[in-house]
């Protein structure tokens, strides 16, 4: 049974991250167009830093001056100013509280700031990235979609975005926060007794060996969660995008036993970078025991081992505060670092897709392509999809303008590819030139050739929106007069009427709710409406009953009025008319000529159409 390794990303390198530094550089650039939002930031960070920082204190200054008090011990400078010397325990410690309580308010609101800026910031950031992810997959050529599902590039516009904008949004402020009061308190704790201090700073070198060690570990670990919630994107995509089939086949059972397979390693790459951070945080945990119980014996014994005592009870008590909220960041950077191992793993997929080069792109000196005739020329045109493996080789023909060619031949002889050539969705290799009217394709700008090409495929794809916006599609500033014109030139303006809200009636994805032959005839207006020099129809008629064929046909020649026009046929009875007939087999062109040539000539062309012909006087017998 196929498992979660069929499905393609843009790279195999799971176990080779990209550098954490360089990812994190060009994350923090997206910062910069909010520097002003960013320096109120800091001001608020620093602010709230210094009010926690003051809370441990005035505690240690409560304990020593007004509920221990001893004679021999001055008060603080900045208390004298504020209290007389005769002033009353009890009142000096209502005042002493009421800073405390002031601290805490001011530090609540400076807190409540820095989040909402940075959800500000967060929230247009995701928007950026999210806007140049969906850019990028619209740039890139078709030959990067052959390569790469659908569903893993939704999960890179979607998924991780999300983990960047849950950092952003205020893991950023909680680890900058963190990482100034751990400065703060080691500046606190220095000032205030350096000797307790080392005691504390004692288990430092334990917990750098311990972060590393764990973090070496959940970096490769949150790369495969990103990896595998992507294959899990992917797996739903396209059991949605094919639930007909599914249902058709009875494949209910066996596709739900590979998603839960695909599922599963998403489940255990989750649990395994989960188990590693969870170990973390409990290491810890009693590391700072550890480190309170260095301070509470070393405090003790400064305090009765000397005469007089080298600590006070006060400054034991806020040194115990201290250690308390040191590790408490360190815990909490544990927890966010387990949000910025995800969040980096996201970032290296999305600059991943970002950095991609598409295949086809214009070149530097590209011109735009005035109005054409819709004279086409193929010269010696040769292309492969995969090395020493040619799909079309050397085919050679010219379409004078407003000429009708016809492209024949068994499936997969390469009559698709030759049209998809011309419209630069794969380009070709020089020695071979595609020209129209004289112009290298590839010496123009793909919009300037794409806007003169008009396309209309076998699998038509209608947009979620309004029919008049599907065939409005083909020409934006089109008016709802040439809209409805485009329509009737098609033949669909009949049944549109008759939905139940005629052109402003919402289709559904990808238009199921009108049936195979409606939703052509809204392309065929579509393309009508753009109003094209060169009009590509390729098996246009090939999946609809006869009678919607007919319809099909007749709004067809008035589309190939005036046009030059590349019709690749499934259905020889429809390509009779065409100037030219052009029949490729293994690769190659084999017979060209009119319908009536080619069938004098007896050759391939021949003995397909007489195939058609004895399975239609076949059907007519049944």
Known sequence: MPGPTRHRG????????????????????????????????????????????????????????????????????????????????????????????????????????????????????????????????????????????????????VNDTEVISQVFNGGIIRLLGMSLSLVGILVSMLSLNWRLALASFSILPVIAVVTVAFSRRARRAFRRTRETIGQVSAELQENIAAVREVQAFSRVRENLAEFQEVNAANRDANIQAQSIMSAFSPALDVLSTVALAVVAGYGGYLALR??????????????????????????????????????????????????????????????????????VEFDHVSFEYERGKPVVDGIC??????????????????????????????????????????????????????????????????????????????????????VVSAAKLANADQFITRLPEGYQTLLGERGHNLSQGQRQMISIARAVLAQPRVLILDEATSSVDTRTEKLIQAALDHLLTGRTSLVIAHRLSTIQNADQVIVIDDNRIIERGTHKELMQAQGLYHDLYQSQFRRQMSHGVE
């Open 10 to 157: 843009l790279s195999d390198k799971q176990d080779r991250p990209a550098d954490t530094g360089k990812t994190l550089r060009r994350l923090l650039g997206y910062f910069v167009p909010f520097r002003a939002f960013l320096w109120i930031v800091g001001i608020l960070l620093v602010l709230s830093t210094l009010l926690k920082m003051a809370a441990p204190y005035l505690t240690g200054v409560a304990v020593d001056h007004f509920i221990a008090s001893t004679p021999d011990r001055s008060p603080p400078a900045w208390l004298a100013w504020i209290l007389p010397p005769d002033t009353a325990r009890t009142t000096g410690l209502t005042v002493t509280m009421i800073i405390l309580l002031a601290a805490h308010l001011l530090d609540f609101g400076a807190t409540s700031g820095q989040f909402y800026l940075m959800a500000i910031i967060g929230q247009r950031i995701l928007l950026t990235l999210r806007t140049q992810v969906f850019q990028q997959i619209q740039t890139l050529s078709l030959r990067f979609f052959d390569q790469h599902e659908a569903g893993d590039l939704m999960s890179r516009l």
């Open 306 to 375: 000397f005469t007089p005592p080298l600590v006070s009870v006060g400054e034991i008590v806020a040194f115990l505060l201290y250690v308390r909220r040191f590790y408490e960041p360190v815990r909490m950077i544990a927890g966010l670092y387990t949000q910025l191992q995800s969040a980096i793993a996201g970032a290296e997929r999305i600059f991943e897709l970002l950095d991609t080069p598409p295949a086809i792109v214009d070149a530097p000196d590209a011109i735009v392509l005035p109005p054409v005739q819709g004279h």
């Open 397 to 482: 023909f010219e379409a004078q303008p407003g000429q009708t060619i016809a492209l024949v031949g068994p499936t997969g002889a390469g009559k698709t590819t030759l049209v998809s050539l011309l419209v630069r969705f794969y380009d070709v290799e020089r020695p071979s030139v595609i020209r129209i009217d004289g112009h290298d394709i590839r010496t123009v700008t793909q919009e300037s050739l794409r806007r003169q090409i008009g396309v209309v495929l076998q699998d038509t794809f209608l947009f979620s929106g309004t029919v008049l916006e599907n065939i409005r599609y083909g020409r934006l500033d089109a008016t709802d007069e040439a």
